[in-house]
């Protein structure tokens, strides 16, 4: 099997998923892509920010209401 993958500094990440069971130990044999530079990992967090979301100031106190009840109103 012949994969590409890119490596974070820590782990390598393959680019498509592996058929492989979870704890699968595999012989690697590496080398060097010339297909550009890696994608740069982003953070969740990171990633929540960049959207600049606005809402009721009570979103996390009642995220359940919101998403699944009939909340006209905030509640404090």
Same mark, same amino acid.
């Given at each position: 099997?012949?994969?590409?993958?890119?490596?974070? /500094?820590?782990?390598?990440? #393959?680019?498509?998923?592996?058929?492989?069971? $979870?704890?699968?130990?595999?012989?690697?044999?590496?080398?060097?892509?010339?297909? /550009?530079?890696?994608?740069?990992?982003?953070?969740?967090?990171?990633?929540?920010?960049?959207?600049?979301?606005? /809402? #009721? $100031?009570?979103?996390?106190?009642?995220?359940?209401?919101?998403?699944? /009840?009939?909340?006209?109103?905030?509640?404090?």
């Amino acid at each position: 099997m012949t994969i590409t993958a890119f490596f974070d /500094g820590t782990v390598l990440r #393959p680019e498509t998923p592996l058929d492989l069971a $979870p704890n699968t130990r595999v012989r690697l044999t590496l080398e060097s892509s010339a297909a /550009g530079p890696a994608p740069v990992a982003s953070s969740f967090l990171r990633t929540a920010r960049a959207l600049d979301l606005d /809402g #009721p $100031p009570d979103w996390s106190a009642n995220l359940e209401d919101y998403l699944y /009840g009939d909340v006209a109103e905030p509640r404090d």
